[in-house]
């Protein structure tokens, strides 16, 4: 659990592996940062954000992966991605709301398909997430 003073700003990353971020208790601003190996491919083996804001107060920092500015979109979505092809859109990433819960995947190797490098993040509690909630440049 995380646990911050108001009007601090924290620079969040779990690391390699399968981790559980609880930022229910920060009263700053939270950046997740998240960079290639972060995170599993899948939804079983994505880091699990509990707490995450979205809507100008807590950001996802993707700058680490240098996406075109032709890329920099979130793609909507009702249903988890399963690697078919053309699932992204176009965008770098995805978010699938489903039942009051955001799973967000990023296509780091822009193949257009959740797979293997593909990062997964699974923000529990979150409704949505859209491009002014990620940090791209």
């Known amino acids: 659990v995380l646990t911050s003073v ?11 592996g399968i981790d559980n971020l609880n930022l229910t208790a920060s009263a700053g601003d939270d950046r997740l940062v998240l ?6 491919a899948t939804v079983a083996t994505g880091d699990t954000v509990t707490g995450f804001l ?17 890329l920099q979109a979130v793609t909507a979505m009702r249903a988890a991605l399963n690697g078919t092809a053309n699932e992204f859109a176009g965008a770098a990433v995805v978010a699938a709301a489903i ?8 296509d780091t190797n822009g193949d257009n398909k959740l797979g293997a490098g593909d990062l997964v993040a699974n923000l529990i509690g979150t409704a949505a997430v859209v491009a002014a909630d990620i940090l791209w440049a």
């Open 35 to 40: 960079n290639l190996g972060d995170t599993g």
């Open 99 to 106: 039942g009051g819960n955001t799973t967000l995947y990023v």
């Open 54 to 70: 979205a809507a100008g107060t807590d950001v996802i920092d993707l700058r680490g992966f240098g996406f075109d500015v032709a």
């Open 6 to 16: 108001a009007g601090s700003l924290n620079n969040i990353s779990g690391g390699a």
